[in-house]
């Protein structure tokens, strides 16, 4: 047996351990324990229906080839021979889809994500842009079925968007947004534009993984409160009282303001928690910085100066330029109804690649 049909024996044996432990041992439903022996079950049994199939096909490869030596009738042999082609083909393509599975997780894949977006060059048009792509992660969260809560957002009378903070919270939110990171490419005509012509303007988009406590340790002496009146719209009541919140993590100099909501602490808390993922993320960036060198094409990477999208509205086509993939649905990326097209496509091309770094 080679090694990678003894390391999926290994994962079908660990299945049944598992399965057993949770049957017959008396754990309490919701313990740490028996909810880390849930999980670590639903995860082997994702890649156990693969490996059963796998071994199937091995089983009626090796009945098939031991009929080709043994038969004399020409008919039996010559569809022997067509079987194992087949059966051959479905043996190689499940090992492959089985060392994809078998790749080391991105451990901050099933973390809930912040997602930032900022309007870049193009004035007013880049503002509404902005506001396009907030209203498109909101939607596709709608589709997904996930949690979508606003913990900053910077407008103006015409609905164009400054920048905005949104917490995303359910199941493998991070896993797919984080190929979202990067600078968004728009071409259309703006309704301002008399002439007709056609406008390129972009905004930023940042994806970090939603930070826990555990993740980071915030010591309170490193951490600079600065408190003011908060500015724009809000009536009365955010001219007369300081609750608006700055907060500077002066070891690395990172900086988060919040002041949309009227309470200081409610502030302070939003604030905190955006400042807990930035430094989450500058530290595994820097972790990862050497490994991350060594490939030629981070998809995931969160480059934020890097172009990965143009949406062109004329044409009605969305390009991503890192997989060279372009739809002709625009209107339904933007609806949030078809982006799962893109990333699962970016999906695939990451795993790709790391594969080819294993091999």
Not at 127 to 155: C, I, P, Q, R
Not at 235 to 261: C, F, L, Y
């Amino acid at each position: 047996m080679d090694e990678l049909r003894q390391k999926l024996s290994a994962i079908l044996e660990r299945k049944k351990e598992v399965s057993l432990l949770i049957n017959t041992s008396n754990l309490d439903y919701g313990s740490k324990e028996y909810v880390d022996l849930a999980k670590e079950l639903s995860d082997l049994s994702e890649i156990s229906d693969e490996i059963e199939k796998l071994f199937k096909q091995d089983s009626e490869l090796e009945s098939t080839m031991e009929l080709l030596k043994t038969s004399d009738d020409k008919e039996i042999r010559a569809m022997a021979e067509a079987e194992i082609e087949v059966l051959k083909a479905g043996v190689e393509d499940s090992e492959y889809k089985l060392k994809i599975l078998l790749l080391p997780k991105d451990l901050d894949d099933e973390k809930n994500a912040i997602l930032e977006i900022r309007a870049g060059t193009g004035g007013d048009e880049a503002g509404l842009f902005a506001a396009d792509l907030f209203k498109m992660y909101e939607l596709y969260a709608s589709v997904k079925g996930w949690t979508f809560e606003v913990l900053s957002l910077n407008e103006n009378d015409i609905g164009s968007l400054k920048e905005s903070s949104v917490s995303i919270s359910g199941k493998g939110v991070f896993a797919r947004l984080k190929y979202e990171s990067g600078v968004h490419r728009v071409q259309r005509v703006p309704e301002t534009e008399a002439s007709g012509r056609i406008h390129t303007s972009a905004a930023t988009v940042a994806v970090l993984p939603e930070a826990e406590d555990i993740d980071v340790t915030i010591d309170e002496k490193d951490l600079q409160i600065d408190t003011y009146r908060s500015s724009g719209a809000g009536g009365q009541h955010v001219n007369k009282t300081d609750s608006a919140v700055r907060i500077t993590h002066i070891p690395t100099g990172v900086v988060v303001a919040m002041q949309d909501e009227r309470s200081q602490h409610k502030n302070k808390a939003k604030a905190l928690k955006i400042l807990r993922s930035k430094i989450y993320e500058m530290q595994k960036l820097k972790n990862e910085s050497n490994r991350a060198e060594n490939r030629k094409i981070q998809v995931g990477s969160g480059d934020r100066s890097e172009r990965i999208r143009t949406y062109n509205f004329p044409q009605g086509r969305v390009s991503d330029h890192r997989i060279n993939l372009t739809l002709y649905k625009i209107d339904k990326i933007m609806d949030g109804s078809a982006l799962d097209e893109i990333i699962d496509k970016l999906m695939e091309f990451d795993q790709a690649e790391k594969l080819k770094g294993q091999i």
